[in-house]
């Protein structure tokens, strides 16, 4: 179900506001461009500058939107475990498939604590589970024993976002949970290595900008066309880099809109991007051709 190039959306706003009208249109672009699935509120769609009601304002829209034309996984992740567990009765009231649960951050759990975390979540809700590991953005890692224990022994906890880069730690998470896990590359650099260790597809930022390339990469692994997956492997390169010349989500909301698709504004403490930074984003569009 949870297959192929998801994409980590962004947040449209408008004077301070969700941009509901530009959200709904750039949803149903992905969804012509062939994207396998959605991912609103996660890090690219700024979740920790929403509100608690802009948050469940943006999930409601993308499902909405969506009308189960494909999966969509609800960021519904926080280092308050109360919280976590709120946001992801939410989701699954909301009509999301799953959830997408960062990490606790900042308070440093020990292994122990992330396992409890998960399973205090999982007992006040059904809803499957993605543990999302990011240590760039937390401060901590999930062990490849934590993740087997959380598979294991929590039924909810389907699979994961993996953003460690560690492919030897990845590889032991696939050579000793089954078939069942769904784990997925959390950074566009590692796609096409995770899975060819066993991984089922990614969750992407750059797929805002080019989501039929990162879904036809993924098609095109799953269908035994690895030179095709390669191929585009290398055409994606550029923006993989392009996403990253400063901190998420700010060149990939700059790069829309000077493809024409949303606003550039963002919530502080993000700023736009450096003249520099904004020219060689320029640049990288019309070489990927995606700008003329």
Not at 29 to 48: K, R, Y
Not at 172 to 188: A, V
Request: aromatic share 6%.
């Amino acid at each position: 179900m949870f297959t192929g190039a998801y994409t980590a959306l962004i947040t449209p706003f408008k004077n301070g506001r969700v941009d509901e009208d530009a959200y709904r249109q750039f949803i149903e672009w992905q969804l012509e461009q062939g994207i396998n699935g959605l991912v609103p509120c996660g890090t690219t769609g700024e979740s920790a500058t929403l509100s608690h009601a802009e948050h469940e304002q943006v999930i409601k829209i993308c499902i909405d939107q969506v009308r189960k034309r494909v999966p969509v996984i609800a960021g519904a992740g926080s280092n308050n475990t109360a919280e976590a567990a709120r946001l992801l009765k939410f989701a699954k009231q909301a009509g999301a498939d799953a959830g997408l649960l960062i990490t606790p951050y900042y308070n440093k759990p020990t292994q122990e604590g992330v396992f409890q975390h998960f399973k205090a979540i999982a007992s006040e809700c059904d809803l499957p589970m993605f543990v999302y590991n990011v240590p760039g953005r937390t401060g901590m890692n999930v062990t490849a024993a934590t993740m087997i224990r959380l598979y294991k022994e929590i039924p909810s906890v389907v699979g994961a976002k993996e953003a460690s880069a560690d492919l030897a730690q990845i590889t032991d998470i696939l050579e000793q949970c089954d078939d069942g896990l769904t784990l997925l590359s959390g950074d566009d650099f590692t796609v096409l290595p995770i899975m060819a260790v066993g991984g089922k597809g990614v969750i992407s930022v750059s797929a805002n900008l080019a989501p039929g390339k990162m879904a036809g990469l993924c098609r095109a692994w799953f269908a035994g066309d690895t030179g095709l997956a390669r191929r585009l492997n290398r055409e994606m390169f550029p923006l993989n880099h392009a996403c990253f010349y400063e901190t998420n989500p700010i060149p990939v909301k700059t790069m829309l809109h000077m493809l024409g698709k949303v606003s550039p504004e963002l919530r502080l403490p993000l700023v736009p991007p450096s003249r520099a930074n904004r020219d060689k984003m320029l640049e990288t569009l019309r070489q990927s051709g995606l700008l003329p």
